[in-house]
């Protein structure tokens, strides 16, 4: 395929839900345009665009995939986007790559939550879009009321410029409403060719061409004009209008057919390259802006070879044998294989590899990209998934983008412990590939914990982690972080002594404990007078103290929010030592923490749940029903955002349960707020698990 220039290049992101058709219809597109010799099948893991051995397993996308074709002289790049919310996160990146959207809707299930969620990133993007009606060949399925549906939830107009031949089993083709012909796949061949207008749908066309019209006339006063002195709109005058609407997002065309039996392809890549803007088109209408990194001003770029290099790093895959590969929108200027550059979002100056055009897992060698080119490019090392590259003589950075915040979370240990590091560095390493994966190690809980947008998006990382990494892990629920603070003022004595051959141990101090409010963490107050202990054992009293406090009295949690001041003790000349003194004030500390009324504190969340109006209130009872207070309900949309407290313990597995209140359409969002008293008989049932666990730990070592 020939390198071309900006204006004859579309790039396309194809979204909808799972299940819906995408990748089937892009393996359609493809056959069609002559990229593929035969269409692939998803569920015999055969697609350009499925082909990682998780997607392929699962039978659903899990990350985006490129793909390039050649219609008419225009370069179509389609990018894939997963349907599945746990990979919300890629198809929001995917969007950020593309000048245009087709949006796949099957007809056997209308919209979906799924598509919900993506609509309001296009809305966000204000990307022009098409819409493709899918699966009409199944049985009971109609144009006209997906389309209503379409419509309504998403709250804009859609124009069918395309009406099926045939319904259902008996789906033939469609026809083509601006050219008035019909396109139907041929005899003992997937392949299309064009046909009149059967008779008998003639005058339904000719009324559905006629609403066309109207559609297209009132968006444009000049073509209101027009058709209301001629009664009609030519093809050409329809076809302008069409991409013009389009542009503006004043409504959608509409096309339809069935993409496992390739109807109607042929006109949908026509309406891709007709109606959805090219780079060039699409900055001219609205410039790219980004800041300078070093000044903060507006600089803005257009899709103009001459114009200084920037580009935006939109998916970033890492391969045991192949390396990192980072894949690339090429905004502005161009990109030459080996080229050196400055990434503005990191500061820090890059030399790439070779560059590359991309159909699935095929890597083509070019030696640039140019301007509004997608493609890939080779051996980056610190640069990341919504990262800008540009000309360091240029600078520009672009806006990164807001994913969401992964929801579920799993602790996770290798099955062998010779696996640690292997685990901690492959986890790492999916985390750059996924930038809505988190990974860390909880250093009050000593777990480290995996955490995800959903079942499925963990489910394939430890899937990955398994081929690619070679380690196994088990899983299960995070431990809560509980701490241990004391309600009341107390004090005691910590006295070590010990007396061996030789020198001996000695150390005396006299402790007080305070309670500090809620936060406030820990502090300590030397008030010896009169040289009671050496000041250079002081040191070591602290350090005694802070040792203690990792380990509380009630569950073994560490203690926070209070004060320990050291105010009394003795010493000996020859026998007290800075470890001498430390024993002593563990076992001071621990002795008056007995009597300072210790209880336990558990981490409280604030949480958002963005839900539709009819389960607000059952999802308000749920919440309630997990000791969360409510602390406002705000219209969010078309949907209510309600903002509470709950306590971490209570959400550890909430995503099943708002899944099912809501049929999927909710999803929620925490942060950490702070710690709080844990009720008394909640409390009481932590401290019994605890001392279970400890026995049967001892009982295992004996």
Known sequence: MKACTPDMIRNVAVVSYTGAGKTSLVEALLYQAGTIPAMGSVPHGTTVCDYEPEEIHHKVSVGASVAHLDWKGVRVNL???PGALSFLGEAQMALRAVDGVLIVVSAASGVRTELEKIWATIKELALPCLLF???????????GPVLEECEKVLECKGLPVAMPIGEGAQLEGVVDLLAGVAWRPAKDSPKVQQGTIPADLAGVCAEARKKLAEGVAETDDKLLERYLAEGDL?????????????????????LCGSALRNVGSTLLLDMLVACLPSPVEWTAQAPLTGLHPQTGEPVTRRADPSEPLSAFIFKTIIDPFMGRMSYVRVLSGSLAADAAFYNATRSVKEKGGHVFWILGKKYAQVPMLGAGEIGAIGKLKDTQTGD??????????YPSPHLAKPVMSFALEPKSKADIEKVSLGLHKLVEEDPTLEFVRNNETKEMILSGMGQLHVDVTFEKLRRKYGVDVNIHTPKVPYKETIRKMAQAQGKYKKQTGGHGQFGDC???????????GFAFDNKIVGGAIPRNFIPAVEKGVVEAMQEGILAGFPVVDLRVTVYDG????VDSSEMSFKIAASMGFKKALETAQPILLEPIMTVEVVTPDDAVGAVIGDLNSRRGRILGVNAKGSTEAIKALVPLVELLKYTPTLNSITGGRGSYAMEFHSYE???RDQAQRIIDEHKAAKAAKQAVHQ
């Not at 009606?133 to 144009?143: C, P, S, Y």
């Open 79 to 81: 990018v894939d986007a």
């Open 133 to 143: 009606v899918n699966d009409l060949d199944k049985e009971r399925t109609l144009l």
């Open 234 to 254: 030519s093809a050409d005058d329809l076809g302008r209008g069409l991409k013009q609407g389009t542009h503006r997002q004043s409504f959608m065309p509409v």
């Open 388 to 397: 800008t590259i540009c000309d360091d003589h240029h600078p520009i950075r």
């Open 510 to 520: 006299w402790l007080q404990l305070d309670p500090l409010p809620r936060g406030k």
């Open 570 to 573: 003795s010493y000996h000349t």
């Open 677 to 679: 008293e844990v009720p």
